[in-house]
């Protein structure tokens, strides 16, 4: 089945259906949005439209371009993304780039393709490789570069496409794609967009990683903690089922919460207690994120005894 974009970029889509019916169509188009949103899937689907030899505002699906292209091995699409372990498009890969644009299509009056994700990934000189090709290839060539709203590109490569900004998913119809990909239950999807708002695809991983469930165990226990039914050793255990980053994260996001609430409401002494908790934890986010290998069920034992603390002294 060929790929379509999403329900919530039907208007970007239209705009950019009316640029190629119109032959408006520029060498290189910036798509902006954020990344589990959906913006790869819009890619992929305009290069399946432009491929198709159809006339429909979509990919048919049926003719031999199409189903070359969604078999994956179509001669005309190139890919430019990190490579494995890497976070950065190397220079050998916008060389590789510049050749394939360079050779000719095997269909007559085709045109080449090429994704590049993310484009923060073209490092400066990986960028300045490209920026000839860019604004005037041979041949008829369309480079799609997607990256994350705001993000820091060259000027020179950000002048030379046309920027096509991305709408995110409202609520609803994140619910509504959610429901028909996943089979967790409603509590868990909408736990799930909370963590990851207008961004359904990133949601969706986050359901398969069991992200929701573990996260309203760990408020649970939190909440039980403050009762004294458990212990911080047993919930640092409960917790560990994730990388101890995520856990502490969690935790500081909502003791960020709390803060914010004591803050309106005028509790200064209250809130003086949680905002020391809040500096105990930089030092432990700042190891587990470094290089060194920290004991993580030591670090969730630190931070949870240290949060139990917290409590007693707020009772
Ligand atoms: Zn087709």
Redesign the pocket.
């Given at each position: 089945m060929s790929v379509t974009a999403l329900p919530w970029h039907s208007a970007a889509w239209a705009r950019l259906i009316a640029m190629v019916q119109n032959n408006r169509l520029p060498h290189a188009i910036l798509l902006t949005a954020p990344s589990g949103s959906g913006r790869r899937q819009f890619a992929d689907a305009l290069c399946g439209y432009l491929i198709?030899?159809?006339d429909a505002a979509r990919?048919?699906?049926?003719?031999k371009?199409?189903l070359l292209y969604d078999s994956g091995n179509h001669p005309d699409v190139m890919v430019l993304a990190p490579e494995e372990s890497s976070k950065n498009i190397k220079i050998e890969q916008v060389r590789r780039a510049i050749q394939f644009v360079a050779q000719t299509s095997n269909q007559a009056d085709a045109t080449k393709l090429i994704i590049v994700q993310p484009a923060e990934g073209l490092g400066n000189a990986a960028a300045n490789s490209l920026l000839k090709s860019l604004e005037e290839p041979p041949g008829k060539t369309l480079f799609i570069l997607i990256a994350e709203p705001g993000a820091n590109l060259l000027p020179t490569i950000r002048s030379r496409c046309q920027p096509l900004v991305l709408e995110t998913a409202s609520d609803e119809q994140a619910m509504v794609w959610l429901t028909a990909h996943s089979s967790a239950t409603p509590e868990h999807l909408r736990a799930a967009l909370q963590l990851a708002p207008g961004r359904p695809l990133l949601a969706l991983n986050l359901l398969e990683q069991g992200i929701p469930a573990w996260r309203s165990v760990l408020e649970q226990n939190l909440l039980d903690l403050q009762q004294g039914k458990v212990s911080p050793v047993e919930i640092a255990k409960s917790a560990s089922t994730q990388p101890a980053l995520r856990a502490i994260q969690c935790l500081q996001e909502i003791n960020t919460n709390a803060c914010l609430a004591l803050s309106m409401a005028n509790k200064t002494e209250a809130l003086k207690v949680r905002l020391a908790f809040q500096q105990k934890l930089v030092p432990v986010i700042r190891q587990l994120s470094g290089t060194s290998n920290p004991n993580e069920l030591l670090a969730l034992e630190y931070v949870f005894a240290e949060y139990s603390n917290v409590i007693a002294r707020l009772d």
């Open positions: 198709c030899r159809g990919p048919c699906g049926q003719c371009q199409c």
